[in-house]
Nanobody, 123 residues
């Protein structure tokens, strides 16, 4: 059974940092794109960042320069380092993996999802 398990969310003050982790089990994703999305109640799931098997990264415009996505294939784990956090970054953050080996910014293209981790940024 494939599972993605996020961790590292929590409450942080504006300007602070958090590092999210996404540990995969049940299969290896070293040859697959992985991504982070986020969602607030009443809104669609929003693309945050994605990383290709090659290490190439893509970010949403509002996160570029503040967030960094990375992966450790040996640990089958992806990370999202979030710096200079803003109250508008408050959301549930989801990790995902895509079977097709091409990066995508659309949530519809991802096949596996974690349960999400809450990030709350206070002003």
């Amino acid at each position: 059974q494939v599972q993605l398990v996020e961790s590292g969310g929590g409450l942080v003050q504006a300007g602070g940092s958090l590092r999210l982790s996404c540990e995969a089990s049940g299969r290896t994703f070293s040859a697959n794109p992985m991504a982070w999305f986020r969602q607030v109640p009443g809104k669609e799931r929003e693309f945050v960042a994605a990383i290709a098997p090659s290490g190439r990264r893509t970010y949403a415009d509002s996160m570029e320069g503040r967030f960094t996505i990375s992966r450790d294939n040996a640990k089958n784990t992806a990370y999202l380092q979030m710096n200079s956090l803003k109250p508008e970054d408050t959301a549930v953050y989801y990790c995902s993996a895509r079977l097709y080996p091409v990066i995508s910014t659309s949530s519809r293209d991802y096949d596996y999802w974690g349960q999400g981790t809450q990030v709350t940024v206070s002003s």
